[in-house]
């Protein structure tokens, strides 16, 4: 069985750092791809950043240059390292892997940019 579990969100000021983690039961090598998510209120939920097994990423337009998608394979972990927060990163923020057509979610954890 497949469990994602995040974690690091909270309340920042605008142009601050964050650093969400997603723990995983299994070896993440196992995965095809990983990926965070993000979901404001009211909107449906966004790609943000993405992680192939073979470590190709890819991110939003908005976020490019700004965050960062990382992996630990010995501790299963993937991370996102997210820096000069803006108010409109607010979102939750939830952690996906795939393997083949299947996809697996954690929980999500709140990301609040605020002053």
């Known amino acids: 069985q497949v469990h994602l579990v995040e974690s690091g969100g909270g309340l920042v000021q605008p142009g601050g750092s964050l650093l969400l983690s997603c723990a995983s039961s299994v070896n993440i090598f196992e995965f095809n791809s990983m990926g965070w998510y993000r979901q404001a209120p009211g909107k449906q939920r966004d790609l943000v950043a993405s992680?192939?097994?073979?470590?190709?990423?890819s991110y939003a337009d908005s976020v490019k240059g700004r965050f960062t998608i990382s992996r630990d394979g010995e501790q299963k972990m993937l991370y996102l390292q997210m820096t000069e927060l803006k108010p409109e990163d607010t979102a939750v923020y939830y952690c996906?892997?795939?393997?083949?057509?299947?996809?697996?979610w954690g929980q999500g954890t709140q990301v609040t940019v605020s002053s």
């Open positions: 992680i192939t097994i073979g470590g190709t990423t």
């Open positions: 996906n892997a795939k393997i083949v057509r299947n996809d697996y």
